[in-house]
Structure formats: C-alpha cells, structure tokens
C-alpha cells in the first residue's frame, strides 16, 4: 500500500492568512493526488483533484501543486468557512489511501 | 444534480453482518465506479472497495475476505457487506462516486460525490 502522511496535523490561523498544507506519499504517484475538506458530522467535499485542478464551484483560493511524492495544499486567503479537516488522497494505485488529516482551527 | 442516499442497519452485535445501500438519484449510473468509504470516530478515512456499473468488483486486502460489494442498476443502487464485524469495525460509512478523467497523458480519479454517511456501532 502506498502510505500518506501530513504536516502540519493541526494549524489555527486568522481569516486573511495564506495556509499552506503538505502531503508525502511513500512511492511516486505522479499527479494522481486529490484533497478533501471534511466538516464536523459531514461528509468529505473534493477540492483539487489530479494534484492541481481545482473542482467545480470551489472557491479559487484554493490551490494545489506538487507531483511525484512532494504535494501541497494552499489557502491564499483564509476564510471562516474554511474550517475542518483537509484530507489528501493518493488514487494512482489501489487500494486507494488517504492521509491522516489536518486540521485547520480558526483563531 | 447528483445525491446519493444511504441506509442500513444501526447498532450490530459482534460477529454480524454490516449491510449498507446507496441509491443514486440525478445523473447517469452506469460508466461510473462506485465506492464504499469508512471513518471510525475521530479518526482518518479508510477506503472499502469499489463496483462497476458492469459489476466488476476491487476490494481493500486489508477487509477483501469479509466483505461484498453488489450492484442493481435496475434501482441505481449499489450494496456492502462486510461479515463478522468487531468493535473494530464502529464507524461511518459512506457511500461515493468515482470520478475517472481520462486523458492522453494518464488517468485521474477521485470520489466527487458522496453519501451522508451512516454510523454503525458495533458492541455487545
């Protein structure tokens, strides 16, 4: 299995600050990535997909990049909305594994 | 719009069986894959497996020789069963779509619309 890990586990930020989220995966995966905000009691809302493509109707500051095992999520401007755990996800080999979260406070 | 909607039994004893269905209602059933997804309480999320509309099954190892995912196309639903559940197994369960975006240079996949999620307890 291809392993996932994050940094930060956990970050509180103000609204306005630019937030940056790392994954590392355990062997090369291309693009083949995909992050995840999950609300308290909801269900996980894709937010870039294919390491870099943002999904419809998700708001522009929010972007992703990276390639290979390096990849990161950034908030350029964070929002009170914006709470949660934000997920990773490697989909270049099954069975597909996600990161173990980071979540993000607003202070 | 697509929704996908979930139900199943609540709280199991251990060494039941866990039945979980996902009916999908708005846009189309069949090209898709369709997934099963788990979260234990406070923790990370576990993939379960995945069927095709055709039936073709893919299975986590870790859970592959206790669980079953069947589909009815007729009813746009797709069903799991996962057999001798332990406390181990108490979690939400979700139901996703998978995406597949296929272009020259590789193929990209990743669940873009899911269930509400059903917990299940699992506790003598």
């Known amino acids: 299995d291809i392993q996932m890990t994050q940094s930060p586990s956990s970050l509180s930020a103000s609204v306005g600050d630019r937030v940056t989220i790392t994954c590392r995966t355990s062997?090369?995966?291309?693009?083949?990535l995909n992050w995840y905000q999950q609300r308290q009691g909801k269900a996980p809302e894709v937010l870039i997909y294919?390491?870099?493509s943002v999904q419809s109707g998700v708001p522009s500051r929010f972007s992703g990049s990276g390639s290979g095992t390096d990849f990161s999520l950034t908030i350029s401007s964070l929002q009170p909305e914006d709470f949660g755990t934000y997920y990773c996800q490697q989909s270049y080999s099954s069975p597909f594994t996600f990161g173990p979260g980071t979540k993000v406070d607003i202070k | 719009q697509v929704q996908l909607q979930q139900w199943g039994a609540g709280l199991l004893k251990p060494s039941e069986t866990l039945s979980l269905t996902c009916a999908v209602f708005?846009?189309?059933?069949?090209?898709?894959?369709w997934s099963w997804i788990r979260q234990p309480p406070g923790k990370g999320l576990e993939w379960i497996g995945e069927i095709s509309h055709t039936g073709s099954t893919n299975y986590n190892p870790s859970l592959k020789s206790r669980v079953t995912i069947s589909i009815d196309t007729s009813k746009n639903q797709f069903s799991m069963k996962l057999s001798s559940v332990t406390a181990a197994d108490t979690a939400v369960y979700y139901c996703a779509r998978v995406a597949d975006l296929r272009y020259v240079w590789g193929t990209y996949r990743y669940f873009d619309y899911w269930g509400q999620g059903t917990l299940v307890p699992v506790s003598s």
């Open positions: 294919a390491a870099s």
């Open positions: 708005g846009g189309s059933f069949s090209g898709f894959y």
């Open positions: 062997q090369s995966i291309s693009s083949s």
